[in-house]
């Protein structure tokens, strides 16, 4: 559209002996310097001062105008303050007629700045704002914030420091710089603590993306709270098409929509033909114009902070993994469990879906399934084994997660032969004891829903708003607090002081088997690390680099239950232990809830395998009565073969090495440190007592006939 010039009303040419009316709205100015509300004068017309003449009656008291009656100031009205007479010139109108996006100019000081919006109301004021901010100082600074649509907070009058860089007193830029753009821009979060890694117009990208979807992207003034994603996605892309691509899904994603745009086709999942082409519209959204719908703050308001009081400030940016890395992670292990259940459909049916992912570089493509697991239970506590064969939690979370040691011995095990040591994810340390992990090897944690716990504990419907979502009372006393898994059932109960240590024949004469809830499992993991005591003898600690979401994801919630209750009360870890703080996000097909009975069993699958293994979650055995080789009796037979033939971080050879399974486990002395701490930080906080497992399930041997041949 060809260029053309534009006045508003209070711009407009005043006729004859008007020439000193006002430009704002809100006042007038007349020429006996008297200024009156501009609601009483005439538009168009100058308004004298009255006189003794005028005046008809007995005398009226004048009624003062309450300050909270007066309107504030828009961003157009501001600069017409400080630069009357201004011209905004219409500079383009794109998209499609039914949905245009207005872009508006205006000329200040020698500099021409931009606005863009669906209106040209809107492009109007998104040019003034951006004017605005190119001001060094304003007379009434809280007024102009209010004028720019800034997030105004309580100022502190004592500092010296009124406002922070880039609001209200801001540097001057060169007019090559002056790339303005509306307040309802979309502007790229950062994803992570990454290095920065930015492409070819230096736009910075988080580094694992790959390199296909490292281009940059079209920025619109979109709010994506605005319109559900299918219209936005039609408005930005007129004339696609959605196919319905599959029917025969499980129950909580039956139907597959697709859509195809640009010769790259996404996909989206959900149980009707509408939430499945929502969530394929959000895949769109999400890598071709950076729009999410994610729970965490939206991206035109400040940075929210959602980490404990007294700890450092942690936005919901720093936390927040980019949506096309947390489907494409999603993607893998549901396609995986897919594939193995293939031609076992009475092991389709499944509550919990746990996966993880191995990711060695940027590129996404490259990533690997290293486990996946399903089930929602805990062994019996009749099925107690006193020789470790049995398996006492077989939620999916933790059975996906004991595969991921199994994965770890085998790559412990290429360090046998040095001819294979080269394929192995890990290399010796520089001091030649033990190993750690190549660089740029990071592990992601999938779950189809909110770990059970206190991540869970939260009403999904009561957060409407955004306001809504921030946690008011973080300090209640059911926030937090270390909770129960519950004996061959579902759900928590919080840890009550009275529980102590539970003992084996209490267990036996009827008192229930109590585990910890994955929520705090979870949190262990991010002090002690994913490796477990016996893997700390060889390798460093291990851990998260991320932990999607397919469900109940709610990002205050998450991160207080995985690493945010504790991070002012931890501390005295020996290095290299830490506190691990994972990215989190949410996948554009989140599953729903699924009523039902869930099953009694537990499939698990690590790479390698040809085929998944079937656990009863309430022996903990397979249906023979085969110990896992996931159980404690498997995973500590692996630990002493490698005992000797490899390096240690202990030293022990397998002559010194304790034969007991508990007492191999306190040999590790920095890990027996953290996970005391661990449990320290959690009294500190009063957030209640870890409670262990009868002390009889670790007093085992092995026999020599278990173990391999050592020379």
């Known amino acids: 559209m060809s260029s053309s010039a534009e006045k508003t009303a209070s711009e407009a040419p005043s006729s004859p002996g008007n020439e000193n009316v006002g430009v704002t709205a809100e006042r007038a100015e007349i020429s006996t310097g008297e200024v009156v509300l501009l609601e009483d004068a005439v538009p168009g017309q100058k308004r004298s001062a009255p006189t003794d003449s005028d005046v008809v009656g007995p005398s009226k008291k004048k009624r003062k105008r309450s300050p909270a009656q007066c309107q504030p100031k828009n961003a157009v009205c501001a600069l017409n303050e400080l630069r009357p007479g201004l011209i905004y010139n ?48 304003f007379k009434n600074a809280p007024e102009a914030q209010q004028a720019m649509n800034m997030h105004i907070t309580d100022l502190d009058f004592t500092s010296d420091v009124t406002e922070s860089e880039g609001s209200l007193f801001n540097t001057f830029q060169p007019p090559g710089n002056n790339s303005s753009t509306s307040a309802g821009d ?48 039609n408005e930005l892309r007129p004339g696609i098409k959605f196919e319905c691509v599959s029917e025969d899904g499980e129950p909580y994603a039956k139907f597959t929509m697709s859509v195809n745009i640009d010769g790259e086709t996404f996909e989206g999942t959900g149980p009707s033909k509408k939430l499945g082409k929502a969530a394929a519209a959000k895949a769109a959204l999400a890598k071709l114009y950076n729009i999410t719908f994610s729970p965490f703050t939206s991206l035109f308001q400040p940075n929210r902070n959602f ?8 936005s919901f940016e720093q936390m927040a993994l980019p949506q096309v890395l947390a489907d494409h992670i999603a993607r893998l292990v549901i396609s995986k469990f897919t594939a193995l259940i293939e031609g076992q459909p009475m092991h389709s049916r499944r509550k919990v879906l746990a996966g993880i992912v191995m990711t060695t570089g940027p590129q996404m493509e490259d990533a690997k399934v290293i486990s996946v697991a399903t089930g929602t239970k805990c062994i019996n506590g009749e099925h107690m084994s006193v020789q470790g064969a049995s398996l006492n939690d077989t939620h999916a979370e933790i059975i996906a997660r004991r595969c991921l040691c199994d994965f770890m011995y085998s790559q412990l095990e290429l360090h046998i032969n040095p001819e294979t040591s080269e394929q192995s994810i890990f290399v010796p340390r520089p001091d030649s004891k033990g190993y750690r992990l190549k660089e740029n090897i990071k592990f992601h944690l999938y779950i189809n829903t909110a770990p059970c716990g206190d991540a869970r504990i939260f009403s999904p419907h009561e957060a409407v708003t955004q306001d809504d979502s921030i946690d008011k009372h973080p300090n209640r006393k059911a926030r937090g607090q270390l909770r129960t898994k519950i004996e061959s059932g579902e759900g928590t109960i919080p840890v ?43 390798v460093e600690p291990i851990y998260l680099e991320s932990i999607v979401l397919g469900s109940l994801f709610h990002p205050s919630h998450m991160y207080r239950a995985v690493c945010g ?112 701490q661990l449990v320290l930080a959690f009294h500190k906080a009063e957030l209640g007592t870890w409670l262990k497992k009868p002390i009889e399930q670790d007093q085992f041997e092995l026999d020599d006939s278990m173990l391999a041949n050592h020379q």
């Open 90 to 137: 219409t500079v383009s109108m794109t998209g499609p007629v039914h949905a245009p996006v207005f872009t508006i100019s205006v000329e200040v000081n020698g500099q021409m700045f931009e606005g863009q919006g669906r209106s040209k109301k809107l492009a109007k004021h998104a040019a003034a704002e951006a004017a605005l901010r190119s001001f060094v100082q």
């Open 307 to 314: 980490g404990s009081p007294g700890a450092p400030p942690v």
């Open 565 to 676: 209750r504790i991070e002012t009360t931890i501390q005295g870890l020996p290095p290299p232990y830490r506190l691990n703080k994972p990215l989190m996000s949410l996948i554009t097909s989140p599953e729903v809830r699924q009523p039902g009975k869930a099953p009694n069993y537990s499939v698990n699958w690590t790479t390698g395998q040809e085929g998944p293994e079937i656990i009863n979650s309430v022996t903990g055995k397979d249906d023979q009565g085969v110990a896992s080789r996931l159980s404690k009796q498997g995973l500590f037979r692996r630990f002493l073969n490698l005992m000797g033939r490899i390096g240690s971080i202990t030293g022990l050879t397998f002559k010194s090495c304790p034969r007991q399974y508990s007492d191999a486990k306190e040999a590790v002395q920095d890990y027996k440190m953290a996970k005391e």
């Open 496 to 538: 009550k002081s009275s529980d102590g240590i539970q003992t084996w024949d209490g267990v036996l004469q009827g008192q229930r088997l109590l585990t910890m809830s994955c929520s705090d499992k979870i949190a262990r993991w991010n002090v002690v690390g994913v490796q477990g005591a016996l893997l700390s003898h060889y």
């Open 186 to 233: 979309i502007e790229p979060t950062a994803a992570s603590e990454a290095p920065a890694v930015q492409n070819g117009n230096g736009v910075s990208i988080h580094p694992m993306l790959p390199p296909a979807r490292r281009n940059s992207s079209p920025r619109l003034p979109i709010h994506p709270g605005d319109k559900s994603p299918v219209m936005l996605l």
